[in-house]
């Protein structure tokens, strides 16, 4: 089996234990793993503090900590199609997809390189004489990542990118589950020439892992995406430090579709945006909301092309749908369907787990028209789209906010002020119109209700990891007089 370390302090390390990780597609054991316990995570965060206050790191200009990201950059382009394989090898994630979002990645470190000299403090046009006052900004501390491990390579970018442009250090967390990616990762980190301390990366399991970093008091914040049970466990581990948090989490994202849609385009948006990563994304619009007039129309649509997508091995370049990442997965997605079944949702197709090896589910389409089904409130994590219909705009904008998550969604309109009605409407973090899943470095993303707080990507998640300080310089050259002697 192939042997991975962690990365602490600019060495690797074999840890206080080991365990396997499965290969999604078989079910076997592929590799070694470092578990992370909690005299590993003391030992990283206190080199992410020494990194920080006392090394090299903390004698850097801005521009020279963009040039080592600029570096990373180019070895994550160099590296992608390893890394893209590690990925697809642990996690079951199809490698056409792999490939093509961790070439982009590199973009991602491109963009925080340049904005690690342009984060601007500011001069205060004060009230009172003989005063100048400046903001300044700084690092905010320590920061503790906890990363999933779908798309663990984006996700970790969205973090460690903005993090080292406002010049802080940090612990990274991968998941238990799948992760040789950001484990092999440290080699870009090492090969790079961060100082020691500055990115330490480590892998282990919540209880003995996750809460010791969350409540680490040398951490100022947190950074998560994952579920929203997790994020309640470090929210309460975070009043031990009063950290900072930034979370996303979940959703139940709605994909609503009016009648004067282009039906072909929306189609394909939407086996994209609920099948793609095996419907292992955050941002799945895993409720169809689609116009009563065409329901049928547009399900018969949906239905041909959820048939025809290829389920196979996800090293197969062929593979459109790969397995699950792992058979927990699998076998919460088959409970919830058959609750979800037994409340009355009709199956459009799939919903039967094929036999052989590996985590595999089939494209699934459920129509919910009338049915309080379990599928239109929990997120599957999976490849199961929900369907419910409308006949009217505000009956659409109703059902698209009837949930308490709010990360994405979806508008498929011809009609420009129609979709400037929903824009406004709909209560979430992002509002996508004729298009889905596409992102850019520039543009942030987050969510409301529970699907989190704060925002990655874009300026806005790189002064996120700055906090302000105030400068007060009096320029008079009169001593201040004695505030205890009457005048």
Request: charged share 20%; net charge negative.
């Amino acid at each position: 089996m192939k042997r991975f370390q962690y990365y602490i302090d600019g060495q690797f390390l074999d840890g206080e234990a080991r365990f396997p990780s499965l290969d999604p597609a078989t079910g076997k054991e592929w590799a070694d793993l470092p578990e992370a316990r909690e005299g590993d995570v003391d030992r990283a965060v206190n080199a992410a503090e020494q990194a920080l206050y006392n090394g090299a790191w903390s004698k850097m200009t801005a521009t020279q900590r963009g040039k080592l990201i600029y570096r990373l950059a180019d070895l994550v382009a160099a590296n992608a199609q390893k890394l893209a394989e590690l990925e697809t090898r642990d996690t079951g994630k199809i490698i056409r997809e792999t490939s093509a979002q961790i070439a982009y990645v590199a973009d991602y470190y491109r963009y925080y390189a340049g904005i690690a000299d342009k984060i601007e403090g500011s001069y205060l046009p004060i009230d009172k004489p003989d005063m100048d006052v400046w903001l300044r900004r700084e690092p905010i501390g320590v920061v503790a990542m906890v990363v999933p491990w779908n798309s663990q390579l984006f996700l970790s970018a969205v973090k460690i990118g903005p993090a080292l442009a406002a010049g802080c250090t940090m612990v990274v967390k991968a998941s238990e589950d799948g992760p040789a990616p950001l484990l092999e990762f440290a080699r870009l980190i090492h090969e790079a020439g961060f100082p020691a301390g500055v990115v330490n990366i480590i892998t282990g399991f919540g209880a003995s892992c996750g809460a010791a970093l969350s409540r680490h008091p040398k951490v100022a914040h947190v950074a998560f995406t994952g579920g929203p049970e997790t994020a309640r466990h470090i929210v309460r581990n975070s009043a031990e430090n009063l950290a900072s948090t930034s979370l996303e989490l979940g959703g139940k994202s709605p994909f609503i579709v009016f009648a004067d849609a282009d039906l072909e385009s929306a189609a394909n948006a939407q086996v994209a945006g609920i099948f793609a990563a095996t419907g292992q994304s955050c941002v799945a619009g895993s409720r169809l909301i689609v116009e009563r007039s065409i329901k049928d129309e547009f399900l018969t649509l949906l239905k041909g092309k959820a048939e025809a997508i290829r389920i196979g091995a996800p090293l197969d370049m062929a593979t459109e749908v790969g397995p699950l990442a792992t058979r927990r997965q699998q076998e919460h997605i088959a409970a919830l369907l058959d609750k979800s079944l037994q409340s009355g949702a009709r199956l459009v197709t799939g919903g039967h787990r094929p036999g052989g090896e590996g985590y595999y589910f089939p494209p699934t389409i459920l129509d919910c028209d009338g049915v309080n089904s379990p599928s239109l409130v929990n997120e599957f994590f999976g490849p199961v789209l929900s369907v419910v219909s409308f006949e009217t705009e505000s009956e659409a904008l109703a059902l698209a906010n009837d949930t308490h998550y709010g990360l994405a969604s979806g508008v498929f309109t011809q009609n420009l002020t129609r979709a400037h009605r929903l824009m406004k409407g709909i209560r979430a973090g992002i509002v996508w119109v004729n298009t889905y899943r596409a992102v850019s470095p520039i543009a942030p993303f987050g969510g409301f209700g529970l699907s989190g707080h704060g925002r990655e990507g874009g300026m806005a998640a790189a002064l996120d990891y700055t906090r302000t300080k105030t400068i007060w310089l009096r320029t008079s050259d009169d001593p201040i007089p004695d505030p205890f002697v009457m005048r």
